[in-house]
């Protein structure tokens, strides 16, 4: 179809996500028609080095051969069935490689077997969290009734997930809507707002932490958060021994302990999980994005046997979960997961990722020296770089001036395709981008910034 006609229905017809569309009305928008290893066309012909994984999606790359060609046959086979009452080939072997992963490389503590299926990473957290209440509901632990999460999390934006989210933009308008939770402070030490009496910014945070979980551990259910790095808020990289303290405080109070690894698994922080930076077994962990290479919807609650078995009695007992979506454990989906994973072994993935993580280093240092760059934060292949009008007092630029969006856009000229966050410069390529592409990738990030803030 010609391009006029698609912007024009574009416009008319399509509410796009986390977007103000009187402003998309006056924009020329951008149509991908087709993507090939790390680079995305658009209806003009013109190719974008994608910067940002489609949205933190894409591991592997785009047609990556392996994934189509496996798609193709199970095409053949059938596209979906269900998993309420019945089984399907995909899920199931999916579920024993999961399983096993996860036993593999979360080792300290119950290990996370079990595998509950849906289909995107809020759900996997509205399921996490429906799980979580009811374990202790079914074992006649009635008074619990909130959660304990982090400011500046995001877990996605159904309303449970909202209820645990701390980004005030996008959370605050809903408050009416949602469920009990408390927010504890979260370490983003650039701007720590603790007094310098406490030993560090972690420190300071996990006393707070202990000190909401003293006062309240009958009535907390979980605790939840994004392992290491809390994305969304503006790609916040822990401090180290936070998540470690944190297990601990959990292990003290008896609570659970809910990783959201939506975002950060699946190599993104250079191990396949998050939480095995600081050795941590969560007791319940919620996967998505990364799960496909960004090929179909899909997402995992994995729970340990502990929880699992809390479920388990007499259909009178009524311990049921009684939870699922129509396209729960999708056979295409199941499919494209099961081979990204193979991709995995057989690319050896994250042993290939030290130069690159470390080139990375060196050229976000440079773009650190930078007039208007306030912080660079890192972890593995995850990176923000925080722009601020005023390195010495970190005084941020107005949000009237979009200085973010501004570089982005910048970055658009040079055929490069990122999507910031706030004043954050994201960088999250895909894992298999060469380091030559990455090079350059940081090159044109470094030149579009100082374009645009002097
Ligand atoms: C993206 C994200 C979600 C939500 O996933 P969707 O598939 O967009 O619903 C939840 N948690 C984290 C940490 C995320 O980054």
Not at 53 to 66: A, K
Not at 282 to 311: H, Q
Request: glycine letters at 6%; a neutral charge; charged letters at 25%.
């Amino acid at each position: 179809m010609n391009k006029l006609t698609l912007v024009e229905w574009d416009k008319k017809y399509i509410w796009h996500p986390f977007t103000q569309m009187k402003l998309w009305f006056e924009e020329e928008p951008t149509i991908f028609i087709e993507g090939k290893d790390c680079f995305l066309k658009d209806i003009d012909g013109r190719w974008y080095l994608d910067g940002v994984s489609s949205l933190w999606v894409n591991i592997h790359g785009h047609r990556r051969p392996e994934i189509d060609e496996a798609l193709k046959a199970q095409i053949d086979k059938i596209a979906h069935s269900t998993l309420l009452g019945a089984c399907n080939e995909p899920s199931i072997i999916l579920a024993e490689r999961l399983s096993t992963l996860l036993s593999e490389k979360l080792p300290w503590g119950e290990p996370l077997i079990k595998i509950f299926y849906s289909d995107n990473g809020s759900t996997a957290v509205e399921i996490a969290m429906k799980i979580a209440y009811q374990f202790w509901v079914n074992q006649e632990i009635k008074e619990k009734d909130t959660f304990v999460s982090l400011k500046n999390g995001y877990h996605g934006d159904t309303i449970g997930a909202v209820s645990v989210g701390g980004i005030e933009l996008f959370h605050q308008i809903y408050k009416p809507l949602l469920s009990k939770s408390i927010q504890a402070p979260a370490p983003y030490c650039y701007r720590c707002e603790f007094d310098l009496n406490y030993p560090s910014c972690s420190m300071a945070c996990l006393i707070e932490m202990e000190k909401i979980l003293k006062q309240n551990y009958e009535r907390v259910i979980a605790v939840i958060v994004e392992p290491v790095v809390q994305c969304a808020g503006g790609i916040i990289v822990w401090p180290e021994g936070y998540l470690k303290g944190l297990r601990e405080l959990c292990n003290r109070y008896n609570i659970l302990l809910i990783a959201d690894e939506v975002a950060t698994g699946f190599g993104r922080t250079g191990k396949m999980f998050a939480s095995e930076h600081e050795k941590v077994t969560p007791d319940i962990i919620c996967l998505s994005k990364g799960i496909t290479n960004g090929y179909m919807p899909l997402a995992v609650t994995a729970v340990n046997e502990k929880i699992f078995n809390a479920f388990l009695g007499e259909i009178e007992e009524r311990k049921t979960f009684y939870h699922g979506h129509s396209y729960t454990g999708n056979p295409l989906a199941c499919t494209a997961a099961l081979v990204n994973l193979e991709i995995f072994e057989k690319n050896a993935t994250l042993e290939r990722l030290t130069p690159k993580i470390n080139l990375l280093k060196e050229k976000l240092y440079e773009i650190s020296q930078l007039k208007h760059v306030g912080e660079v934060r890192q972890k593995g292949m995850i990176a923000g770089i925080e722009l601020v009008k005023n390195r010495g007092t970190k005084e941020p630029f107005s949000w009237r001036e979009q200085m973010g969006w501004k570089v982005v856009k910048s970055a658009r000229k040079y055929g490069v395709w990122l999507r910031p966050l706030g004043d954050v410069i994201v960088v999250m390529p895909p894992l298999v981008i060469s380091e030559e592409n990455l090079e350059r990738l940081l090159h044109l990030i470094k030149l579009c910034i100082i374009e645009v803030t002097s």
